[in-house]
């Protein structure tokens, strides 16, 4: 038996000739609810803040691109770019993104997370701030890159680290409490651009370098706060007493990612890169990442081609995600209570694709039906990605393996997906309403909804198989 249970924890699926079901969602006692009341006050607030600050730092060239545009204040006309070139350094970001994002989970497990998260955001709230000294288009292009090396690992960081203390079906809900704070992000970014819009010329400087400035130092200041206080690992947390650090690992034995296991090897690398099941992952997450990313840069100017002007244009980029922000949490807390990660992830995509959908054929001038669609398509991307990020990890077994794994999945599948959306909105279409954004949004959020049902039905021939192999022995199922 203890031979079989290293063989879960080590990531091996075998078919055992005498199987029982294991599983994680029996009656959770009063102690490790108090415990786990206790990790969330110390760890998801202080994730969700870092992560706000990170998505503000990367998505606020949306609001400089035309911010006091009217005027010739803007980012474009002041570094003499064209829309071309813009996208190019929206590209070039992404490209960085994909590259360091395994690198940096294993850096993450190798070091430790506080100290290697806060050396990450102090480097991205740093280059953050260089953008507001930038004058032609090459200078905007490396910042760029260099922003996405240093941002790259924390998002795919942040979901391992929750591996650490959290179980399966806890862990969705925390995503999306971390990745709902972009949405947040996304609506106080437009109050934010609203209000630093009117510092334009102030102390001779245009607003659009006053918002990179200004939006850049919390990052850098809020790193010395989380070099001392996020936890690292339940085993060694001091502000837990001797039993709750025994019950926070003893209740993650099966299924959890452990802070003294060993950093990733080659073995481990290997295993994960040929089970196949993982790369219907990873399409899966490149279809919903292109939404992700196009909405993140281009809400600004989706709202200004609805007929808002400059600063108007920014407060009007609220809304989407305020929306987006409440039916995030509740589709990922229901997708947790339910075992039904998939089908959550499917029906959300289905929401936003017809979102796309109606907004591509509406006419260019129905300005109040298409503002209504980008609400609609918002909400139903957003949504998405918690459960899917959620289900990937509840079925990866071994501590190395989940790390690279989202890694991986971000990197492979995110942030192709990322660049993809960089390009889907043509600024020559502004007038005809963007239809080839819209188009390709709706097109692939329809694949992501096909992708999951495709899974859900893979993971439960996979289940029924190990159950009708026989009975006795202990097994960990997939999960839905």
């Given at each position: 038996m203890a031979e079989r249970k290293s063989d879960i924890e080590s990531g091996k699926e075998e078919v055992s000739t005498n199987v029982v079901q294991y599983e994680s969602t029996g009656p959770i006692t009063e102690a490790e609810k108090a415990l786990r009341w206790k990790q969330d006050k110390r760890i998801v607030p202080l994730s969700a803040g870092i992560y706000f600050l990170c998505y503000l730092d990367r998505s606020n060239i949306g609001n400089a691109k035309i911010m006091?545009?009217?005027?010739?204040?803007?980012?474009l006309t002041q570094t003499g770019m064209t829309n071309y070139q813009y996208t190019i350094s929206l590209m070039i970001f992404l490209v960085a993104y994909g590259l360091f994002e395994v690198p940096s989970n294993?850096?993450?497990?190798?070091?430790?997370p506080s100290r290697w998260i806060a050396f990450l955001m102090f480097s991205w709230g740093a280059l953050t701030m260089g953008l507001g000294g930038v004058h032609s288009y090459a200078s905007v292009t490396v910042v760029r890159f260099l922003l996405g090396v240093f941002e790259a690992?924390?998002?795919?960081?942040?979901?391992?680290?929750?591996?650490?203390?959290?179980?399966?079906?806890?862990?969705?809900i925390r995503v999306a409490f971390i990745l709902a704070s972009a949405t947040l992000a996304g609506a106080f970014g437009g109050?934010?651009?609203?209000?630093?819009g009117h510092m334009n010329q102030v102390g001779g400087l245009s607003a659009w370098r006053w918002l990179f400035i200004l939006e850049g130092i919390p990052s850098c200041l809020s790193a010395f706060l989380v070099w001392f206080l996020l936890p690292d690992y339940p085993e060694n947390a001091k502000w837990l007493t001797i039993q709750e650090r025994d019950l926070a690992v003893q209740r993650l034995h099966v299924e959890g990612s452990k802070g003294h296991h060993k950093a990733m090897t080659w073995a481990d690398a290997k295993t994960t890169l040929i089970d196949w099941r993982?790369?219907?992952?990873?399409?899966?997450?490149f279809g919903i990442s292109a939404p992700?990313?196009?909405?993140?840069?281009?809400?600004?100017?989706?709202t200004a081609g609805l007929g808002y002007k400059d600063l108007s244009a920014q407060l009007m980029t609220i809304p989407p995600y305020a929306v987006a922000y409440v039916v995030q949490v509740l589709t990922s807390w229901s997708a947790d209570h339910f075992n039904a990660r998939g089908l959550h992830s499917a029906a959300l995509a289905?929401?936003?694709a017809i979102g796309f959908l109606v907004s591509a054929v509406l006419p260019a001038d129905a300005y109040a039906s298409r503002y209504g669609c980008l609400i609609v398509a918002a909400s139903g991307a957003f949504a998405c990605i918690p459960p899917l990020l959620g289900w990937l990890s509840s079925n990866i077994f071994s501590t190395a393996s989940v790390g690279l794994a989202i890694a991986l999945n971000?990197?492979?599948g995110g942030a192709p997906g990322q660049i993809v959306g960089v390009w889907i909105y043509k600024s020559d279409e502004a007038e005809v309403g963007y239809p080839t954004g819209h188009w390709t949004n709706a097109a692939l959020l329809f694949m992501v909804a096909v992708g999951c049902v495709m899974l859900r039905v893979y993971y439960a021939r996979r289940n029924r198989k190990m159950l009708d192999a026989g009975s006795g022995e202990e097994v960990r199922l997939f999960k839905y």
């Open positions: 006091n545009s009217t005027t010739g204040d803007d980012l294993i850096l993450l497990k190798r070091l430790r690992g924390l998002f795919p960081g942040l979901v391992y680290y929750l591996t650490f203390w959290y179980k399966t079906e806890e862990r969705s109050a934010i651009a609203y209000g630093i993982l790369w219907g992952h990873y399409v899966v997450y992700f990313s196009s909405l993140s840069l281009f809400t600004p100017s989706l289905t929401v936003g971000i990197g492979l």
